[in-house]
């Protein structure tokens, strides 16, 4: 009997150039990134920059805070499940799961206890501590998708969601789910731009992922939330697939806390496991979303493995290469859920938007192409979308076009 295979029907999104996909696909295609000058918090004449790709809406850190991003939640949730036609009827509420990732939800008040004592929090809110915690966010989306089964919530750094999606693919592929919403969170606060600016990670200006002058990264916010079903049961219910997953490979460098391999190796990995070690797929790929963080060495050690990668390809044309980082910054833990939807887009409307930012890109390897410039008409059969995060944590998540992935089944 053959796997169950898994389809995504729908997305639904908060990016920093607003709410909802056609809003985010005219922002890559503008070419024009979304990094602005922000007042979230009070700035510090330490700080390297002060720009960032925020979500306005989301506003100051205040008491209310947290109800801002609990309703961005809501309404990209809601987006994904009108997006894929869903009702809350189709499907046993306990064949429904929820996958999050996320880095970092709901702490406001933590926040603002380290930063100015417990006279900051009122005794309302000590009531209410429930919200503190990151596993919210899965309380409020299975509520929203009518879910009751399986859930989980994954804080692996900045893979938290590209981890989060692949899991919920396994939970459909091994018959515990029929459906999951699955997706991540991420938005940057005084705490994570400290951090990021002490070890000198962050530009100086806008993102520039792979160009030779790249200087660092750049914060964002995201909401990003996908529909995966089991692809007979959407077929039987009428759904139009938008992509079809078709593996998932995560791991650990085991190398530095904050540092990547400068090999790649472990990068390297995830990538074959996410084409299911198929020498068809490496030969059919088209396209790489990379992590492309606009560090010097983040991006270095990416290409590498990339260039390992496809040394056993056999179709000589060179796989496209991008970060869309460029235009909507890091979201972290939300990050790979953000970079997934992009790709889902490129696929589905078969255009890949420049890489934001890079003009001069230091690249020798004629297996792959780091595109500048302009937009490239192009069909995607084959991409893979890649994450890397602190403590080591790497992933990436191979998707097709529903008619390319018929081709073969990994």
């Known amino acids: 009997m053959a ?19 056609e809003i985010l696909w005219r922002g890559l295609m ?52 009108a997006d894929a036609g869903l009702r809350g009827v189709e499907y046993e509420p306990s064949a429904v799961g929820v ?28 009531r209410g ?31 938290s969601s590209t981890t989060a999606v692949g899991l919920a693919a396994d939970w459909i592929r091994s018959g515990r789910a029929r459906c999951v919403v699955a997706g991540g969170i991420g938005y940057f606060s005084d705490v994570s ?10 530009s100086r200006g806008l993102c520039r992922p792979f160009d030779a002058k790249r200087d660092g990264m750049m914060f964002g916010d995201c909401f990003a939330f996908l529909v995966l079903e089991e692809a007979d049961a959407a077929r039987a219910r009428g759904a139009r697939p938008i992509v079809e997953i078709l593996g998932h490979g995560c791991g650990n460098e085991a190398f530095h806390a904050t540092g990547p391999d400068p090999d790649g190796e472990a990068l390297l990995r995830v990538m074959l496991a996410a084409l299911s070690n198929s020498p068809s797929l490496l030969d059919r790929l ?41 235009f909507h910054g890091h979201a972290l833990g939300g990050a790979g859920a953000m970079e997934l939807t992009c790709t889902a887009l490129m696929i589905q409307r078969g255009i890949i938007p420049p890489n934001a930012g890079a ?18 008409p192009r069909v995607i059969d084959v991409a893979l979308s890649n994450s890397v995060g602190f403590g080591g944590n790497v992933a990436s998540i191979c998707v097709a076009a529903p008619r390319a992935a018929a081709h073969e089944a990994p």
């Open 3 to 21: 796997e169950p295979r898994v389809v995504v029907t729908g997305m639904g999104i908060w990016s920093p150039y607003g709410r909802g996909l």
């Open 30 to 81: 503008s070419g024009v990134s979304a990094g602005k000058t922000i007042a979230r918090f009070p700035f510090h004449e330490v700080y390297r920059s002060r720009i960032a790709a925020a979500i306005d809406e989301l506003g100051d850190e205040d008491s209310d805070f947290d109800a801002r991003v609990s309703a961005l939640v809501s309404e990209a949730v809601n987006d994904a499940l």
């Open 99 to 126: 996958a999050i990732g996320a880095s970092q939800s709901h702490n406001s008040m933590l926040r603002r206890w380290v930063k100015h004592g417990p006279e900051a929090i009122t005794e309302a809110e000590v």
């Open 129 to 159: 501590l429930s919200w503190l915690s990151s596993s919210r966010i899965v309380t409020l989306v299975a509520g929203l998708a009518r879910a009751h089964g399986i859930s989980a919530m994954l804080s692996t750094a900045c893979t």
């Open 193 to 202: 731009f400290s951090g990021f600016n002490i070890l000198r990670l962050i």
């Open 286 to 326: 088209t396209y790489i979303n990379a992590h492309g963080t606009g560090t010097p060495a983040n991006d270095a050690a990416e290409l590498k493995a990339i260039a390992r990668l496809l040394t056993g390809r056999r179709n000589s044309e060179p796989v496209t290469v991008t970060s869309t980082k460029g």
């Open 359 to 376: 003009n001069e890109v230091e690249n020798s390897e004629p297996s792959l192409r780091v595109l500048t410039g302009k937009a490239e």
